[in-house]
């Protein structure tokens, strides 16, 4: 039995509004000069009441991949509910525009709104494919025009990071994934983005603290190399006692630490002057200041002859005084191997000092990862638990555009078509509707039909044709 499902909603069953902000960017004359210069023309040409169909799609799949996630609608949505040209924008206009632009123009330009455009999408958050119309934008020519340089905006570069972070998503599992980028991000927009998009994509926070506030994201963080090499030694620590939540009562936590690092550089046969004490000290404080949240880093000097029983010893103690460590981030080096040694040297303590949730400390790993380095580090046996992931992410170093573009498809009521020598550019002409057949199991196909004839029945047969390929399916 074949299910179908419309795929196309009009704005009010869109809307959804679930951040309070708008980006304050987002306005009419973000856009390019040719689209007002096209709105005078039109306006002289006495065609702005033109009955115009836009639509709004992309021609291939980005990263080599079968897919990509539609993103960035609410942005759209909002969009078109403001838009209207402010006085300052058209003071602004008036300055660069030759002269002989008619002064009636500005006061019609004054008066646009989208409030009478037909505005049809896909939801939000759905994978979609090559051609098939995401947003279907339907109403006065002038004002779809104006809109096409901005909605391409707000869906490239979303829908891309959405698709890319849903790729890390499918690679890594089950694994937790943050989003590390902002300080490689393209500029402090472009980090918001990349933030709100691999959330929607599937990640399961970020270390944008604004992108939290903003979109309400979970927020994670650990610390920086700078942390640790900022103490050199234990007597820097200016305070040394912490509550021990056993017993109710402060108490120095720095002694029972050394104690245990005694023990772990005898056991894992370590060489005392290769553990560093800086590091240590740097642990104790940051344990210190968040006995309930303690996370190291641990690859600053040596990940297994000092980071890694620094970080035991620090956990051991705070074992004692009744708190629970969280675990540990490696930043550099064979991510698989070192994420076996650190689970290996957690196992042994563990069983050894009978504290079972040693076994399960929490291995991040972070450091120029990409979608190949984890599909990678799965074919390997690797112990890593969470993943943070910066440059790769947030500037989709794979492919950095999605080609989404916006083409007019009819014009009061007769189609349009855009010719060219590439068959892949030739535009699909006419007003159509989306439909997604389903079988038993998964998704079939999406079949688009002129928007006046009757949608496909479910249980009825079907007749698609591939728009550019001679082939015919029956379903
Ligand atoms: N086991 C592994 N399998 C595949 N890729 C890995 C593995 N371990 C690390 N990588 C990746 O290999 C690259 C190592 O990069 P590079 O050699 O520049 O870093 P590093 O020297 O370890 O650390 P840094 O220079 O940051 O101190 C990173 O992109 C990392 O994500
Ligand atoms: O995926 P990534 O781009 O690596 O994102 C995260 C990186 O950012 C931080 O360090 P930073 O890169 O600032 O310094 P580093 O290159 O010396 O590690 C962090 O320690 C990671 O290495
Ligand atoms: O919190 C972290 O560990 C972090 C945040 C941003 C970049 N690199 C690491
Ligand atoms: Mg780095």
Not at 406 to 425: A, F, H, T, W
Not at 453 to 474: D, S
Request: charged share 20%; hydrophobic share 40%.
């Amino acid at each position: 039995m074949i299910e179908v499902r419309r795929r196309f909603f009009i704005m009010s069953e869109l809307t959804n509004s679930r951040y309070n902000c708008q980006n304050g960017i987002v306005q009419p004359l973000l856009t390019d000069l040719y689209q007002i210069t096209m709105a005078y023309a039109y306006w002289k040409s006495k065609k702005t009441d033109d009955y115009a169909v836009f639509d709004l799609f992309f021609r291939k799949n980005p990263f080599s991949g079968e897919f990509t996630v539609f993103a960035g609608l609410e942005e759209c949505l909002k969009f078109i509910q403001k838009f209207r040209f402010s006085d300052s924008d058209i003071a602004y206009l008036r300055q660069i525009l030759p002269s002989s632009i008619e002064n009636e123009f500005y006061e019609y330009l004054k008066t646009l709104t989208a409030d009478h455009i037909k505005f049809y999408a896909v939801k939000e958050g759905t994978v979609v494919f090559p051609r098939i119309p995401l947003i279907r934008v339907e109403g006065q020519l002038v004002v779809a025009q104006l809109l096409e340089t901005t909605l391409l905006n707000l869906v490239n570069y979303a829908s891309l990071m959405t698709t890319n972070a849903a790729r890390y998503r499918l690679a890594a599992g089950h694994l937790k994934l943050y989003e590390f980028g902002l300080r490689r991000a393209q500029g402090p927009d472009g980090g918001l983005s990349a933030s709100r998009y691999s959330y929607i994509g599937g990640f399961d926070g970020t270390s944008n603290v604004l992108a939290g506030k903003l979109f309400h994201i979970p927020v994670k963080g650990t610390h920086a190399h700078a942390y640790i090499t900022s103490f050199n030694s234990i007597d820097e620590l200016q305070l040394t006692m912490l509550r021990n939540s056993n017993t109710d009562t402060d108490e120095n936590f720095v002694h029972p630490v050394l104690k245990w690092r005694e023990k772990l550089i005898s056991m894992f046969g370590v060489i005392l002057s290769e553990v560093s004490n800086g590091e240590l000290a740097a642990f104790i404080s940051f344990a210190i200041a968040f006995p309930d949240g303690f996370m190291a880093l641990v690859d600053t000097y040596d990940v297994k002859k000092s980071g890694l029983i620094n970080f035991c010893a620090v956990a051991l103690g705070l074992h004692d005084f009744g708190y629970k460590a969280l675990g540990v981030r490696l930043d550099s080096g064979d991510l698989a191997y070192l994420s076996n040694v650190a689970r290996e040297y957690f196992n042994n303590i563990g069983n050894k000092y009978n504290v079972p949730y040693f076994g399960k400390l929490v291995i991040m790993a972070s450091n120029d990862i990409n979608e190949e380095t984890i599909l990678s580090l799965n074919d390997q046996d690797h112990k890593i638990d969470s993943f943070g992931i910066g440059t790769h992410l947030v500037t989709c170093q794979k492919q950095p555009a999605l080609g989404c573009v916006y083409k007019m498809v009819e014009l009061n009521g007769e189609p349009r078509i855009k010719l060219s020598q590439d068959v892949g550019k030739v535009t699909i002409p006419g007003k159509k509707d989306v439909y997604r057949l389903y079988g038993a199991a998964h998704s079939l196909i999406d079949l688009l039909q002129k928007a006046e004839e009757l949608p496909p029945v479910a249980g009825q047969k079907t007749l698609c044709r591939h728009p550019f390929q001679v082939f015919l399916l029956n379903l």
